[in-house]
């Protein structure tokens, strides 16, 4: 430091001490000059003279004086002041550790630096870093304590006011920390009420839900000035939880907030405040509970803390709460419960919650009902492989439900989970479970519900359509329907079977419909309006509101748009899932400007289209029964690929070579397989030649299903040009029959065969009689443990069933036989007596 640094300040001070008027420019340039030269002027040292102590305090008096004569503390001009502020630090700086300043000028002062930070908030000033380095060297010299000194406390709760309200997540670090700083030294010398107020009230601010910048300081005081800050806390907090009738703050009414955030960042305040909580829970006042349980619901799913261990009794009241006898503290209890899973879900005490939430699944009130299944949803969602899987089964449960709302809730809670564990599947996370399939196994029995519009065998037909699964590929949801099939009893399968046959029909009948409308334009008769009637009333009741569709089905018969109706017969046509879900997408692109009927004609596509199974469901079916005995679910796979089948038989063009290969390589399948063929022969490509030696050593040496299932396929697939190889077959048949090689299964091929062919049938009438009237029983073991009568009994049954039913045509054979020759044939049977005539009796 030079002495012309010294002398320069100085004559700047007399230069302002003896101005008469101060413009702001004078003073401008000339503080400005101060402000530089000051900062070049080092504070004396202790082992400096107190001559150059003197010297330098000499210096700075007239820039000293020109503070307290020209009042420049006051000054209205922004500019001005903030190089007095700045001229004012750096005095405070060289003279420290004693203020410039009499006590009588501090405070205008103090008031001019605290009105400085306050700008602080505007990080796009030119003039930031000037004041953000007044804020350093007011923290660096601890200017609050002569704030302190002076006993001006109510600018020092202003300036923590200040301070909170300037700080922003953009400051650097050392700026954050130089007003932690300051804050730190008035607390620790001299905290109060006051003070305490103002760090509750920003520890509560958040922006977006989000902690803001001042609530991170006052997390910070609070941590760093625990000691001091402990017994001001506690007083406040006791005086809220015993005193709630008592006026004060708006601070008070947020007194669980403050509880839980300073439980978070610093819990040793709160030792003795926690168990207080526990009045609360056993308050008369429901809201006083509901507010504790919520509370403590946040405060035990802070698992770093474990909570639950440190305040044992609390928690068992706290679970007490599950079952209070108010509805809302019964919903707030419910929750709580997330959180605490997904911090500990593995935890000892998830497991006494989980308990307490599955008991809530039975409560009195509906909307504790659906609070616990939505609960139970989200907990599945958030973490699928520890949640408690039968909890999950439980609460489908509740698709059953009494109320509508808990169903309905209950129903896409539910179905969201599905989904979410579809995906989890497909990504490779998680392996197809029996336990989530059984949602998608219980929304098909909602069709069973009675008396309950929303889950009406349409409604569920548009459940499996388009929102039981997610986007997933044809593969992927083969795989759960598969899977599905292996945990399906008899109703599951009598819903599907109803669903899909409803969907057939009305597939069909809108066939029908498309097929008379252009019928319609070349001929127009009362007739042909009439069937488009009936069509209409038809396909109506396959929608919620059937007065409503059946209008709407006029409407649109009478657009002009033959767009639409080419889209829809495309639908009814495309049996690939990916081309029809194309197909329809840009459908419903182009019709959205029809804002009156867009809602019917996505439903009228949605029922078009094969987009519950297609073709690309079948092909993977057929792939699965490939793999042979690599697969388990090998039974599943197949009775799926006979409901798809009995749905649409058409489903299986192109599969016919896999058919083929499956029934060559898969024995297991054979009865499954050639009930597909039985079902689908007729509309699809498949030569008898190719398959016949399987189906006739079927029909030889196969089981009596076997061999009904063998006739059937034959009788499908069998062309006129086949007609020899059936009567070989007769032959062999009758021939295995007299050589009394398996004679059951050969008997039921022949009953079988006569029920497809009557025109074979009389061939081998008398034939059968004869097997009938003269089986020798000494050629047969005629005890049997298995049954209620003797070999012998049993197979004469059988060949009076195989009699029978060459009489009884197979519904699609047109061509009928007199059933009085059938009678004749029984009658001498009778007439002749002993064991032929006993079986006869026994049979009839």
């Known amino acids: 430091m030079s002495d012309s640094v010294l002398g320069l300040i100085s004559r700047i001070g007399n230069q302002i001490v003896r101005q008469s008027r101060l413009n702001k420019d004078f003073l401008v340039k000339n503080l400005r000059q101060a402000a530089n030269e000051l900062s070049q002027v080092e504070q004396p040292s202790a082992v400096e003279s107190a001559e150059r ?94 704030m302190l000194d002076i006993e001006c406390y109510n600018l020092i709760v202003e300036m923590f006011k200040v301070l909170f309200s300037v700080a922003r997540e953009q ?73 709630k009738e008592t006026e004060g703050s708006a601070l008070r009414k947020s007194y669980h907030e403050i509880i839980y955030k300073i439980f978070v960042n610093a819990p040793q305040m709160l030792f003795a405040i926690i168990p207080n909580i526990l009045h609360e829970l056993l308050n008369n006042d429901a809201d006083v509970r509901r507010k504790a349980v919520q509370l403590l619901g946040r405060i035990f799913a802070e698992l770093e803390h474990l909570a639950t261990q440190d305040y044992h009794s609390l928690f068992m009241e706290f679970l007490n709460r599950f079952s209070d006898k108010s509805m809302e503290v019964r919903i707030s209890a419910l929750q709580c419960v997330k959180g605490f899973f997904m911090a500990n879900p593995s935890g000892s005490e998830v497991q006494k919650i989980l308990l307490a939430l599955e008991a809530r699944l039975l409560d009195l009130e509906d909307r504790v009902r659906t609070e616990a299944v939505t609960v139970i949803c989200d907990i599945a969602i958030s973490n ?39 995906s989890k599947c497909s990504e490779g996370c998680m392996t197809i479970s029996n336990h989530f399939e059984q949602i998608s196994c219980k929304v098909l029995m909602l069709c069973y519900v009675k008396n309950c519009k929303e889950f009406r065998s349409h409604e569920v037909e548009l459940l499996l359509a388009e929102e039981l699964f997610p986007v997933l590929t044809p593969l992927e949801i083969t795989r759960h329907w598969i899977h599905m099939f292996s945990l399906f009893e008899s109703p599951h399968l009598k819903a599907l079977n109803s669903i899909l046959s409803q969907k057939r029909r009305f597939q069909l009948e809108m066939q029908r419909y498309l097929g008379l409308r252009r019928k319609e334009k070349e001929v127009s008769s009362d007739e042909m309006e009439k069937k488009v009637r009936l069509l209409f009333k038809k396909l109506s009741a396959s929608f919620p509101d059937p007065a409503k569709a059946e209008a709407s089905f006029y409407m649109l018969d009478q657009l002009k748009d033959s767009y639409i109706f080419n889209v829809l017969s495309q639908l009814l046509d495309e049996m690939s899932i990916v081309n029809a879900l194309n197909t329809r997408e840009e459908f419903l692109q182009r019709i959205r400007e029809r804002r009156s009927q867009v809602e019917f004609l996505s439903s009228v ?8 199974f297609s073709l690309e469901h079948v092909q993977h079916i057929l792939d699965y029964l490939s793999d042979g005995f690599g697969c388990t679910h090998q039974e599943a796979a197949a009775k799926l690929l006979l409901a798809v089948v009995d749905y649409c038989p058409s489903l299986l063009r192109g599969s016919e070579v896999k058919l083929c290969t499956i029934l060559e390589k898969n024995e297991q399948m054979t009865n499954e397989i050639m009930d597909a063929l039985a079902k689908a022969g007729s509309q699809i490509s498949i030569r008898l030649s190719d398959i016949y030696h399987l189906l006739e050593r079927t029909c030889i040496s196969g089981s009596r299903r076997q061999a009904k299932s063998a006739v059937s396929a034959i009788a499908a697939i069998m062309q006129p040009s086949d007609e020899s190889a059936l009567s070989e077959l007769c032959k062999k048949l009758l021939y295995s029959l007299h050589s009394g090689v398996n004679m059951p299964t050969v008997l039921q091929s022949l009953g079988c065969i006569a029920k497809h062919f009557i025109s074979t049938a009389e061939d081998f009438d008398r034939q059968i ?73 026994r049979y009839l």
């Open 171 to 243: 400051h650097e670090r050392s700026l954050t920390k130089n007003i932690l700083s300051i804050l730190k030294q008035i607390i620790n010398e001299d905290a109060s009420d006051e003070l305490l107020e103002v760090i509750l009230q920003n520890l509560l601010k958040e922006e977006k839900g989000v902690p803001s910048a001042s609530s991170q300081i006052a997390v910070s005081i609070i941590q760093m000035c625990c000691e001091k800050l402990k017994p001001f806390i506690h007083r406040f907090l006791t005086s809220c939880m015993f005193e």
């Open 53 to 146: 102590s003197k010297e330098v305090e000499t210096a700075l008096k007239p820039l000293i004086e020109s503070f307290t004569k020209n009042d420049l503390a006051l000054h209205k001009d922004k500019d001005v002041r903030l190089l007095v502020t700045i001229c004012a630090t750096e005095l405070f700086r060289i003279m420290a550790p004693e203020p410039p300043f009499e006590e009588d000028s501090l405070l205008a002062v103090f008031k001019l630096i605290v009105s400085t930070f306050a700008d602080l908030a505007d990080m796009e000033s030119p003039y930031f870093s000037k004041r953000a380095k007044i804020l350093e060297t007011f923290a660096r010299l601890g200017l609050c304590m002569i």
């Open 384 to 422: 699928m492989n520890a949640v408690p899987r039968e909890l999950v089964v439980e609460s489908t449960e509740r698709l059953r439900d009494k109320s509508s709302s808990v169903r309905k809730k209950a129903l896409w809670k539910l179905m969201e989970v599905y989904r979410v564990y579809c």
């Open 605 to 612: 596509s949605s029922k078009c289209s094969f987009n519950i």
């Open 769 to 841: 009689t004869q097997f009938i009237e003269t089986t020798p029983s000494n050629d047969l073991d005629l005890s049997d443990e298995n049954c209620g009568c003797s070999k012998l009994c049993k197979l004469k049954t059988y060949g009076l069933k195989t009699l029978v039913n060459s009489f009884l045509p197979h519904a699609g054979t047109h061509v009928r036989r007199n059933i009085n020759q059938l009678l004749e044939i029984l009658e001498k049977m009778l007439h002749k007596g002993n064991t032929v005539g006993d079986t006869i009796l």
